[in-house]
């Protein structure tokens, strides 16, 4: 079974700032989606970016990219020019072809923005 | 539209009563999820219905019932609840077949609280 982890509980960045949250995943499979979702607090989640495991280029998304090492199995978010309203709860998940309704969810990480 | 809706925001009931959430989208969506969060926890999958039809059951308890009366609309019937079902009830869909950009939509949540 496919598993993922967040090894960052929590995190701080100053506005403007940049900041990276990781993701680690284990899996025996050669295609794969990941995806980082944002959570406010006390807000709905939305998608942030997405990355397919067969495209070598890194997806990017405005003040949003992501570092895929398809090798490592590794899949960090990196958030450039940090807004305040960038504060909330990131969820790292793994989506494999075979089971595709199904998301694995990493533990998530806490991101505060000081201003 | 691209909005996934949940009614109640907040649901407070008795381990006796019975009370239904419910969930509608109008995205053309075939596929729509039931997913249970904790504070601060991912999201934890419960039921995912595929064109109308349930596709997976986390072994959920049976005092949750879900419905899905049409392809818009989800309900989640609950019955003899314990406080420990006390939650946050997240909705959301997704286009099918799980193509690779089938992102999950969520809903913003119901809060629920067991007395």
């Known amino acids: 079974a496919q598993t993922v982890t967040q090894s960052q509980p929590e995190m701080s960045v100053q506005e403007a700032e940049t900041v990276t949250l990781s993701c680690t995943y284990d899996?025996?499979?050669?295609?794969?989606?990941l995806f980082w979702y944002k959570q406010p607090p006390s807000r709905q989640m939305i998608l942030v970016i997405r990355?397919?495991?067969?495209?070598?280029q890194n997806a990017t998304e405005n003040r949003f990219s992501v570092n895929f090492q398809k090798a490592a199995k590794s899949f960090s978010l990196k958030i450039s020019d940090s807004q305040l309203g960038d504060a909330a709860m990131y969820f790292c998940?793994?989506?494999?072809?075979?089971?595709?309704?199904?998301?694995?969810f990493g533990a998530g990480t806490i991101l505060r923005v000081k201003s | 539209d691209t909005e996934v809706t949940q009614t109640p925001k907040h649901l407070v009931m008795g381990m006796t009563n019975k009370k239904s959430l419910k969930c509608e989208q109008h995205?053309?969506?075939?596929?729509m999820y039931w997913y249970k969060q904790k504070a601060k926890k991912p999201p934890e999958l419960m039921f995912v219905?595929?064109?109308?039809?349930?596709?997976i059951n986390e072994s959920v308890p049976s005092r949750f019932s879900p419905e899905c009366p049409n392809s818009s609309l989800l309900n989640l019937h609950l019955h003899a609840l314990q406080p420990e079902d006390s939650a946050l009830y997240l909705c959301?869909?997704?286009?099918?077949?799980?193509?690779?950009?089938?992102?999950?939509?969520f809903g913003p949540g119901t809060r629920l609280t067991v007395l």
């Open positions: 990355q397919e495991a067969y495209k070598q």
């Open positions: 995205m053309g969506h075939r596929a």
């Open positions: 899996t025996s499979e050669s295609d794969y989606y």
């Open positions: 219905y595929s064109y109308e039809k349930l596709s």
């Open positions: 998940a793994y989506r494999s072809p075979q089971y595709g309704n199904k998301l694995v």
């Open positions: 959301a869909s997704s286009q099918e077949p799980a193509g690779s950009y089938n992102e999950q939509f």
